[in-house]
């Protein structure tokens, strides 16, 4: 079955750690994302990665960080120098750019306690 | 810079009643536009898109958009809404390749919801 895996689906972190998001596709997209969602802000770029062992700060990168070793899998960390990082992550694949549409995974909410 | 803009953050419309969901945009060069549905705590589904050629898009679920492009407009529409359609809705843009931008962009939502 097709798709893009995040997980885990909640996650609670205390002040000062650091923790990483899961995202896998199996879709054999080149193109994988990382956004921020926050009431009334829609959807925020974090990361996003063209090709494997290549990937590009987004509009809001500070406080993150990514890997892309594999074409499958691109984890985000949400480090301690992230200062409101309690928000809904959303990790989505294309086939590429340009008039490709791009496929969401269902989400990681992390929640600072 | 791209932008899109979804004026209205709340729609409310009568199950069985036409649907409009707008959405107006700027990129330069010519655009690539998107439209997502989102259900309560779910990663976003797509509803369809607008490449190039016809103006008027159809997609799933019974759901078209018409480009506008002397409008910078792409507006969301369905003939006969249904409570099911009750969801937050997203427009998204892309410049075309040769502006070097690759970035989805995303609206700021917009929630419908239909009145039994």
């Known amino acids: 079955d097709g798709g893009i895996t995040q997980s885990p689906k909640y996650l609670f972190r205390k002040e000062g750690q650091n923790v990483t998001l899961s995202c896998e596709q199996n879709?054999?997209?080149?193109?994988m994302y990382w956004y921020r969602q926050d009431p009334g802000q829609g959807l925020r770029l974090i990361y996003y990665?063209?090709?494997?062992?290549?990937?590009q700060k987004g509009d809001i990168a500070e406080g993150y960080s990514v890997s892309r070793e594999k074409k499958e899998s691109f984890p985000l960390t949400v480090t301690s120098a992230q200062k409101n990082p309690t928000a809904f992550y959303l990790c989505?694949?294309?086939?590429?750019?340009?008039?490709?549409?791009?496929?969401f995974g269902q989400g990681t909410r992390l929640t600072v306690v | 810079a791209q932008s899109v803009a979804q004026p209205e953050d709340q729609v409310n419309v009568a199950e069985g009643n036409p649907l409009t969901v707008k959405c107006t945009y700027s990129?330069?060069?010519?655009?690539?536009l998107f439209w997502y549905v989102q259900y309560p705590n779910r990663g976003l589904q797509f509803l369809l898109k607008?490449?190039?050629?016809?103006?008027l898009v159809k997609g799933s679920y019974g759901f078209e958009a018409e480009f506008n492009k002397s409008q910078t407009s792409f507006h969301l529409k369905k003939p006969s809404a249904l409570v099911s359609d009750s969801a937050l809705y997203f427009c998204?843009?892309?410049?075309?390749?040769?502006?070097?931008?690759?970035?989805?962009?995303f609206g700021t939502g917009t929630r419908l919801t239909v009145i039994p």
């Open positions: 607008y490449i190039t050629g016809d103006n």
């Open positions: 989505a694949s294309s086939m590429g750019g340009g008039i490709t549409e791009a496929f």
């Open positions: 990129v330069s060069g010519n655009p690539y």
């Open positions: 990665s063209q090709i494997v062992n290549d990937f």
């Open positions: 998204a843009v892309r410049a075309a390749p040769q502006t070097g931008a690759n970035n989805l962009f």
């Open positions: 879709l054999n997209h080149d193109a």
